[in-house]
């Protein structure tokens, strides 16, 4: 069964960094597409970063210029780089993945991010 383990998640004064990984195991088919989605507590999940094969990022503009999304092919992991944090990037992180053929997503358990003022 394909597994996607979220790491790194934690709680940090505004204006640090944190850095999350999602390693994907037990997954044979070639993945197009890696990213992070979020979900404050009462709201719905929305996407974060996603990242292509080639390497062709998306950005929510809420996080444009202060978020990284990154990719290592070889160790099927997706990391996010996140500075200037801001307590209103507090939310819980989820991992997916999308495979070429089927594109079916895959989803983590997620990772708690805690922003305080």
């Known amino acids: 069964q394909v597994q996607l383990v979220e790491s790194g998640g934690g709680s940090v004064q505004a204006g640090g960094s944190l850095r999350l990984s999602c390693a994907v195991s037990?997954?044979?088919?070639?993945?197009?597409?890696m990213g992070w989605y979020r979900q404050a507590p009462g709201k719905q999940r929305d996407l974060v970063a996603t990242?292509?094969?080639?390497?062709?990022?998306n950005y929510a503009d809420s996080v444009k210029g202060r978020f990284t999304i990154s990719r290592d092919n070889a160790k099927n992991t997706v990391y996010l780089e996140m500075n200037s944090l801001k307590p209103e990037d507090t939310a819980v992180y989820y991992c997916?993945?999308?495979?070429?053929?089927?594109?079916?997503?895959?989803w983590g358990q997620g990772t708690q991010v805690t922003v305080s003022s």
């Open positions: 997916y993945v999308r495979p070429y053929m089927p594109p079916y997503d895959y």
């Open positions: 990242i292509t094969s080639g390497r062709s990022t």
């Open positions: 037990r997954m044979s088919f070639s993945i197009n597409v």
